[in-house]
């Protein structure tokens, strides 16, 4: 008995907007908008690095990070980040999205004693998975204390020059 | 042989009800929940139409039930066999939640043991992929006998083929130390969970209503209690790592990992590693971007990165070849060592030494964290892990000293007098007992205490510290260190130092086994 | 008088190889400090003799260390020392040991420096010679009562702002009484850490103005002269981004009027040496003095551009002691000048800096077009210094063509290794609003959704990208060539080993 293997026909690549664009594989040179086919190309050389080619240009391009199917890329000075999405987990996301959408609040809790160096937030301020919140120094060492997910600052708990004991509280966030 | 003839008809009809079993309900029923199948996972897996199932066609046994219905399905719930993954030897088996929920009776628990038999017989690497409601009540003890057989399989063929977990699906009870005994765990988001008792149990003996998500999600397992070493959104991608990660695993003990040519375009000396570690020691830095420029491009596979993130592990390559990587996380907590990242590194490395994965140490850390609730949750019994680890490791060791490497943490990190076959430093490396502050605070109280200018004399003696102690310098001229190397050439004198190393062997006194402080 | 020969540059980056480039041209020899943070600086390269200091553990950099420059500039036997911006270019304790140690301060007087340093005293100074200016507190406020009562008599809005202060630091807009008490202390606080002084004054809160401002040159025998203003609207957080010449905003009759007030102020200073006079411009075109810079400016290209008039010549032709030899008929203006300001920084991140080491770097070249940087390949973007990456200076016959040649001299840049404002100028050049030139310093806050400008089908292109990534990262593999054989191969050596070893 030999299972069907589900091939994968084409990929979705979906930035954090929302935007979705779809790719046929395999993946050839070529970007389809508004009905025409244009040609684009990554190359990498000696005196340009790693650009790519479109439209008789050359625009610097550079990947920043990739983690899981999720990329950041800087194309032309921009950053852009994406998801690549097969049509079964572009599928999957759509099924457990549903009956989602209730933001929960996320609490920072500081990791260790330390004393509060800088408060990087605001309330009300937008922040994204990943991004810094507050330092924190402890054993002589700054850390950044980073929000494990995107949302809208509610409260900030501390202020600059302050010292927090483990677990205290240190900001509040809106998951989205 | 008359292909339509009676035998090959029965045959024929057979290949029909197994067919028909897999009927569109079933298959719409485990994709609503944004799972895939047994089948459709192990075609994910497996090269192109190399995996062979057996035992596609046993039925669940009928002893010992005369309590509840068993299904007589084709397979008992569990899909297993063998096929090639890069073209290399894999058994594997997927349970199949469309058939009694996945649940374990003896003859499910036959079709895995078996497998797994042959995996140890075969040296090839097992991967489990789990996805069951547990054991079969109806059959009773034989069903806990069956897990006990398999446990015990797992046990046995530990350290001498890779055996890797997968759950994408509930995992509860006694079932959750198969997956725990194996090497590694990979876990998909939101669709699966492992606990030893449920919420329904914890509801009742402790009146707290909790999640399964929050009990024993991926999440959970992959921050907090370091079960779970990779978690992954959905099942694909979990599938394309889990091929990924495999690739840097020999198939037993006694190979060698695979070899992956590689573009040649990682520059053996490259200036940007320069640059990251800040002058200022009190400053942090990302440790995987020195990570990032000293291995093939883009070939670290980071493992267990949500949990303990205060000591980075993973696999990378350096001219093709797996090193395992050991790095302080300066980043998070200062990469302090502490209980967690003591056992999650320990645990990398008798990996790596089981597998002959030569290891690679990064260092930077400040010390042991300090304080009541490590020290009387037992720093000293788990950071003696980490100790043990290296001390007993005979693959090929290297260590660079970054920055840090002060006190007890330095002698952890696998110092010259732990066995390190090279010891390098870069020119920041600050090796002492312990940090300036401290060092001169003791040594230089009574002055102190005394000096019109306390700032000012601890400022300057601070400075002479750095200059007689704390530096790389003195440890080379002592030979504890082998080289104080520049940042920029770091790739190409580890790239000679593993090919050096490539044919160390170790005479290892003759014992069962050690006894590691567990 | 003995002509300079020998001038210790006290900074760095651009404006280190900018003084020297012209000082070279006059023959003079430049001596420039090699820095632990950037030993291997562009601006190095650069210097005739170049003087290490090497001390990692110093509080502060060498450029802010008065007693180590001036021992630095007697030990290299300079007779001149220029400061550069920054720093202490407006120090006027740091004037005053150069002349102690007879080494010529290629700028002003420290007296004009520390009068015009001290924005109370300016303000006394401007008063008394009738120069306009916002309403405001005669001295420094003591507190926040008086703060109240000197705000309703000057009517809300009010803008607080540090004494010594500059740059944006320390400035806090109070719209009603009951803020005032909490803006008073923060701005006060706010000084006290960016300035050492906690001292602060009120001025009436000019709502959306436009920063103009003049170029005065003055020599020691009392001629002054302008070089006409400089627009430095476009600016963020009182940074500027973006300077040209000249405004949009200004007519002949207002240029000679505001030229002519800049003049007068620089004159009740006594003024030599290059210095800068800035106005806030209202929407009814009042305009109010707002500070003098005793120094040379980020900007001064754009007016080095269309005056023809090398500043850093002047400055040190001043400081020589010769006599101006222009006069204010014999100064024209021609063409359009924009100067866009290269950072490191992400402007997508709010502009946050963002260090890191310059991978390529590349300019365009060609008539009308002239870079001013301190960097190159290879140098480092330190987050101890500021994030100035390059200077780009554009020109133009009008505005409208200065504008065309910026968009696609500004397309031709190619900087890899770290994020850069260039996306920012990319949009500001398409923007209806900069190219109508009716923008004020409230521009960036106030008309902008989006902070950079993105080609077209650029998010195609960087789905493409992901997709790419991930069929190689996943799907075709860099595995394709995984060899199991090759981990098979086990020298005698080590299979004996293996084998026996269990």
Redesign the interface.
Known sequence: MKPDKPTIKKLFAISTEGRKFQFPLPLKNVIRVNGRDYNVELREDEKYGIHVLWKNRRYPVEIVRTKQNRYEILFNDIGHTFTVETPISLQRKKILGKGKGKSTTLVVKAPMPGRIIDVLVREHAEVIKGEALVILEAMKMQNEIQSIAGGTVIRVDVRAGQNVMKDDILVEIAVK | MDINGKYFRSFLER?EA?KKQYSADRLKKQ??????TA??R???LFD??T???ID?FVTPSDQGVDFGKVEHAYGDGVVTGHGKI???LVFAFAQDFTIMGGSLGIVHARKIAKVQEMALKMGAPFIGINDSGGARIQEGIASLNGYAVIFNNIIQSSGIIPQISVIMGPAAGGAVYAPALTDWVFMTS??SYMFVTGPNVVREVLNEEISSEDLGGAEVHARKSGVANMI??????TI??L??FL?YL??N???????????NDTPDFN??LR?IVP?D????YDVRDIINLIVDR?SFFETSELFAPNIITGFGRMEGRTVGIVANQ???????LDIDSSTKGARFIRFCDAF?IPILTLEDV??F?P?K?QEHSGIIRHGAKLLFAYAEATVPRITVILRKAYGGAYIVMNSKGMGGDFNYAWPSAEIAVM?P?GAVAILYRRELAEAKDPAALKKELV?KYREKVANPFIADEKGYIDEVIDPAMTRGKLLSAFSALS?K?VK?PSRKHGNMPL | MKKIKRILIANRGEIAVRIMKTAHAMGIKCVAVRTSTEPDAMYLSSADIIHDDGDETAEIPVFLDIEKLIAVALETKCDALHPGYGFLAENAYFADKCKDNKIIFIGPSPDAIYKMGNKPVARQIAMKHKIPMAMGTPGSVADEDEAVRHAARIGYPVIIKAASGGGGRGMRVVRQESEMEKMFTLASREAEKAFNDPSVFIEKYIENPKHIEFQILGDMHGNIIHLGERECSIQRKHQKLLEEAPSPALDEELRKTMGDTAVRIARAVGYYSAGTVEFLLDSDRNFYFMEMNTRIQVEHPVTEIITGIDLIEQQIRIANGEELSMRQEDVSLKGWAIECRINAEDVQSGFAPSPGRIEKISFPEGPGIRVDTGVRAGSSIVASFDSMVAKLIVTGTDRKHAITNTKLALDKIWIKGTKTTLPFFRMLMRNHIFQEGTFTTAFIEKNLDQYHHSSEYEDNIAAWLATKLFVEENLTGNRTNISFDQGKELTPWLLRKRLTQF
């Open positions: 290949e197994f994709h609503s929940k944004g799972k895939l089948h459709e192990i075609a994910l192109d139409g995996f062979e199932e596609a890069d073209g290399r939101h669709t992954y959104d959905d099942e694909e991608n394309i790592a091929k990924k690739s020999p198939s003990n006694l190979e060698n990992p695979p070899v992956v040519s590689f573009p200036p940007k640059d002058d020691p009190n400053k942090a883009n300066p980043k998070v907590l200062a990469g302090v002959n400040p010390g964290l304080g609730d940090g502050d400075k044919n062997s290892v």
